[in-house]
């Protein structure tokens, strides 16, 4: 297989493997708690009512940040499992230095998105500044436009309960 092929077949592998991660990542390794408080803030707290003990607990700041961060981990964690075991069925050697910069650059940028403080996150203010503010808002009839947005950066969805 000539080199351009086979690197091309190596990157849609990897692109499929990874892709894959962040869905599972998202959707099935997320947690509830992290899902929801993820986007907390002191000037927005939110109220989490746990699904077993229907206890209340209300979070800001610090709370949403470590929400955020144990997502990002698992998410992060996640894909570089799928993708490690893949290229490994696959036969696709993985140079170790740039695939730790690559999930480097997927928890980064997956953390920027997740961490949806009202007015103050960097997804709702590039939908603003790419004119995509009404669809950043859309919840309505199971849609949740910031999630769609977010899945154009980093593949993943936020706190509000309607995607959730």
Same mark, same amino acid.
């Given at each position: 297989?000539?080199? $351009?092929?086979?690197?091309? $077949? ?10 894959? $991660? ?11 708690? #992290? ?5 907390? #803030?002191?000037?927005?707290?939110? /109220?989490?009512?746990?699904?077993? /003990? ?51 650059? #997927? ?25 995509? /503010? ?31």
């Amino acid at each position: 297989m000539p080199h $351009a092929y086979r690197n091309a $077949a190596v990157f849609a592998a990897l692109l499929g493997l990874t892709r894959t $991660a962040s869905k599972i990542g998202d959707f099935w390794v997320q947690d509830d708690f #992290s899902a929801r408080i993820k986007g907390a #803030s002191d000037d927005y707290p939110v /109220t989490y009512v746990d699904p077993h /003990t229907r206890e209340k607990t209300v979070h800001g700041t610090a709370d949403g940040r470590k929400a955020c961060l144990h997502h990002c981990l698992t998410y992060t964690a996640t894909q570089a499992i799928l993708a490690g075991l893949g290229a490994r069925a696959l036969g696709i050697r993985l140079h170790p230095g740039a695939a730790a910069a690559a999930l480097a650059v #997927s928890f980064s940028t997956h953390y920027l998105a997740d961490r949806r403080v009202p007015g103050k996150g960097v997804l709702e203010k590039l939908a603003a500044k790419t004119g995509n /503010t009404m669809l950043y808002e859309l919840a309505d009839a199971g849609m949740n436009g910031a999630f769609h947005l977010d899945i154009l950066c980093t593949n993943r969805g936020g706190r509000t309960v309607s995607f959730v």
